[in-house]
């Protein structure tokens, strides 16, 4: 300083030349940066495998079997009467002359396309020629017993017997009609045997139930035989038909549910299930592959997981803040629910194939098996979902992102109050609706209707003349206020609030220097 007297001038700023090499990214930045690449690099990996593991389990023949089974027995031919398909079916009456017509002749298929007679091996058919029935279809009923509901007194000389829905504790077990057969007896359900979830009431898995014979003839003498010992009754709540099929040609099973309901009501409700599920799970060399993927998938969990163990025990408290963190375990813990679904159901595969094929007279309950086959897929599916969700933990670095997660967390507050009042007002239109329409309209029949109809209504799909036929008052003032309200005020608002927000965080980022040239520097060194 003493060497610099006061005339002296100052040294010129440190102005970069012309030329000079920018500076690099700070070595803790640089570090992150890396160690972020480096993790998406592997989780694209395990993404790839996760992708290969769960469209592999799938194909575009289960549609197409699916397809070829519903036509069959749900859609009746155009040489057939009407009244005779499936979903035509509206009384006890209907329900056996699909019985004793569509579903024998879909069941077997006895004669070549020229009525040429088939030699069937081991008296086997063969749907579509192609699909080999396995073991019999089984039919079988619930019903509720006499004097389970409550009779007015003033109708006691009217009315002796009253069957009420179906429940559980009203079900009737006791021995009816010739009580020689076990369609006539009981059967208890198997502990794990899951029940079923229909229209009108959730049914078990007992009842009395009868395997159709091998032979069509004899079939139809059976059919008959019950009808005319009325083997359906006014107690009778619920029928089910099912049965299962084998494709060889592309290695799948299909099994099929057919439901007619007779609720309280009177009348009947027709509902289908038909799963085409890969039961045998490696058959080609494909299928091998497949199952390296699934290793892989298992050794990527076990890894992840002693990632997230090492990460819990760091942070502490400070770990459970971070939606990023709530994330990934969520995805391990699905990852290891489909696991373990994955291994269950193999194991019990392998177990009861050869059991239920022993007898060819029976019928073979593929159904449990092609129920967890289902919930691994959906399990499976709901998987891949987060894991794809997580890719935009890993892409937070770019701008545009930044900005979208930003704009979010920062109208969280305004958005929980606005959904409040919105769903005040939501919920409003939905009683009104179910009150006022819910005996006439399909739509507003259930509460839960209601709901997903007013969605509907404000996504501009919707059918105003039920509306009004079902009151011609407070139709057309229900359907305009709601409209007014909910699509022209309350959607406005909500857009309102996204956009500002978006505004405001757009402003802020524009002072922000941007890391996407930092980024593009590390991959360039």
Not at 52 to 59: I, P, Q
């Amino acid at each position: 300083l003493r060497a610099l007297s006061s005339d002296s001038p100052l040294p010129p700023p440190p102005f970069p030349r012309p030329g000079a090499v920018k500076p690099r990214v700070s070595c803790s930045r640089e570090l992150e940066l890396k160690t972020t690449l480096r993790e998406l690099l592997i989780y694209i990996v395990f993404l790839t495998d996760l992708c290969l593991l769960t469209f592999g389990m799938v194909s575009t023949d289960m549609y197409y079997l699916n397809k070829a089974m519903s036509h069959l027995f749900l859609e009746p031919s155009s040489s057939e009467d009407n009244r005779s398909g499936f979903g035509s079916i509206g009384s006890r009456a209907d329900f056996w002359r699909f019985a004793e017509g569509p579903l024998l002749d879909g069941l077997y298929w006895d004669k070549w396309y020229n009525n040429m007679t088939l030699t069937l091996q081991n008296n086997n058919s063969h749907i579509y020629y192609e699909n080999l029935l396995l073991g019999g279809a089984q039919i079988r009923q619930l019903k509720v017993r006499n004097n389970t509901c409550s009779i007015y007194p003033y109708f006691h000389t009217f009315l002796e017997d009253c069957y009420s829905e179906y429940r559980y504790r009203a079900e009737d077990r006791s021995d009816f009609g010739l009580k020689n057969e076990s369609e006539w007896k009981y059967t208890s359900a198997s502990s794990l045997s899951p029940w079923y979830w229909g229209s009108m009431g959730l049914y078990s898995s007992g009842g009395y139930m009868f395997t159709l014979p091998k032979s069509k003839q004899e079939s139809v003498e059976k059919l008959v035989f019950l009808r005319q010992n009325s083997w359906l009754t006014r107690g009778t709540r619920v029928v089910f038909i099912d049965f299962s099929t084998y494709n060889a040609n592309i290695n799948l099973f299909c099994i099929i549910k057919l439901v007619v309901e007779f609720p309280a009501t009177g009348g009947a409700l027709t509902s289908s299930h038909i799963y085409s599920v890969k039961l045998l799970r490696y058959v080609t060399y494909y299928d091998y592959f497949l199952a390296s993927c699934e290793i892989a998938f298992c050794l990527f969990i076990i890894t992840f997981i002693i990632q997230e163990a090492i990460k819990i025990v760091k942070l502490k408290k400070e770990y459970f803040r971070s939606a990023w963190n709530w994330l990934d375990l969520l995805l391990l813990v699905v990852s290891i629910l489909a696991i373990a679904f994955n291994i269950y159901r193999t194991v019990e595969v392998s177990l009861l194939m050869e059991e239920l094929l022993s007898d060819a007279h029976v019928y073979p309950d593929f159904y449990f098996l092609a129920f967890w086959q289902v919930l691994y897929n959906n399990m499976i599916a709901v998987n891949i979902f987060f894991a794809w969700i997580k890719i935009f933990k890993y892409v937070s670095f770019n701008k545009t992102m930044t900005q979208l997660s930003s704009t979010l967390s920062r109208c969280a507050k305004d958005i929980t109050g606005f959904a409040i009042m919105f769903f005040i007002i939501f919920f409003a239109y939905a009683q009104l609706g179910y009150l006022v329409f819910g005996s006439q309209v399909e739509e507003f029949s259930t509460f839960q209707n209601c709901i997903f109809t007013q969605f509907r209504i404000v996504l501009g799909d919707f059918n105003f003349e039920t509306i009004e036929a079902a009151n011609r008052i407070l139709g057309p003032i229900y359907f305009i206020t709601f409209v007014f309200f909910v699509f022209f005020i309350l959607l406005n608002m909500f857009l309102a609030i996204i956009n500002d927000t978006y505004s405001e965080v757009k402003a802020d980022f524009e002072v922000i220097p941007s890391q996407e040239l930092q980024i593009r520097d590390l991959f360039r060194q």
